[in-house]
């Protein structure tokens, strides 16, 4: 009896252990937190900005300009825009404060203004061409107008190609005052006749140059056909020491830094 009950005693302590051990729950697992997706950040208007100023934008490949001259780079679309408003100040400026002066009904002899801004004009569109190969607006921009063959573009080309914006202004008043006077478009003498069909046909011009650029794969105007083939490519600072040419040549270094000369966003198909 005494070992039996030895034996059932020697037994009570693995049974109460297994007890304990079947009693005990099953760890519960804890499931691993799933990280949360990040939504990509919205980029703000600043910096696709950003992004497009850092990507240079690739130029029109000289392949697709016919009769592009060869050792020559095409301006940017800042170049081209600063040169046409430049060229427009000079030759024109003097135009507006006239214009103000008579709309406001002043008694005003305009009649030096109006020789000097003449002079200002013939000066920037015809002795400048003649003289250094450029306009003022050319000196400032860092461009200036070549041949198909590589050559200078003569100074009438200049000349006459800005007379586009006196021929567009005398056309617009002639056709204004026509429809102003429909009972006689002509007038009701000859003389004003005479004037009003020339400031109709000063028109035709600027109308077949407008298709010319528009529309033909060289984008080469009137004027640019008629002398050559003329284009307006990239060009290097006067690099006088003294006088007005040192001056435009610092006008052209601060529009440099400021921008003006680099490329744009929308960049023009015509290169004058």
């Not at 059932?8 to 297994?18: A, D, I, L, T, V």
């Not at 709309?103 to 002795?127: E, H, K, P, Q, R």
């Not at 007379?163 to 102003?180: D, E, H, K, Q």
Request: glycine content about 10%; proline content about 6%; hydrophobic content about 40%.
């Amino acid at each position: 009896m005494g070992l039996l009950e030895k034996a059932e005693s020697g037994n009570e302590p693995e049974k109460k252990s297994r007890k304990k051990a079947e009693k005990k729950p099953p760890a519960k697992v804890e499931p691993t937190p799933q990280k949360k997706k990040e939504a990509p950040k919205r980029e703000s208007r600043f910096s696709r900005r950003k992004d497009r100023e850092k990507k240079a934008k690739e130029p029109k490949p000289v392949a697709d300009l016919p009769s592009f001259p060869d050792g020559f780079e095409q301006p940017t679309s800042g170049q081209m825009a600063f040169r046409r408003l430049v060229d427009i100040l000079v030759g024109y400026g003097w135009m507006f404060p006239v214009v103000g002066i008579f709309a406001w009904g002043s008694d005003f002899d305009a009649t030096y203004f109006i020789i000097g801004g003449m002079v200002l004009y013939i000066g920037n569109v015809g002795f400048l061409p003649s003289r250094f190969n450029r306009t003022i607006g050319n000196i400032v921009s860092r461009t200036k107008f070549v041949t198909s063959g590589g050559n200078n573009a003569s100074w009438a080309y200049t000349f006459l190609k800005g007379l586009n914006f006196p021929f567009a202004l005398i056309g617009l008043v002639t056709a204004l005052t026509m429809l102003s006077d429909l009972s006689s478009p002509l007038g009701e003498t000859t003389g004003s006749a005479i004037f009003r069909v020339i400031g109709l046909l000063l028109l035709l011009p600027l109308a077949l140059d407008w298709l010319l650029t528009r529309f033909s794969m060289a984008k080469r105007g009137l004027w640019e056909r008629i002398f050559g083939g003329v284009w307006l490519v990239r060009s290097t600072k006067t690099g006088s020491t003294k006088g007005w040419l040192k001056r435009l040549d610092q006008l052209s270094d601060y529009a440099e830094k400021r921008g003006l000369l680099s490329e744009k966003e929308e960049d023009t198909a015509n290169l004058d």
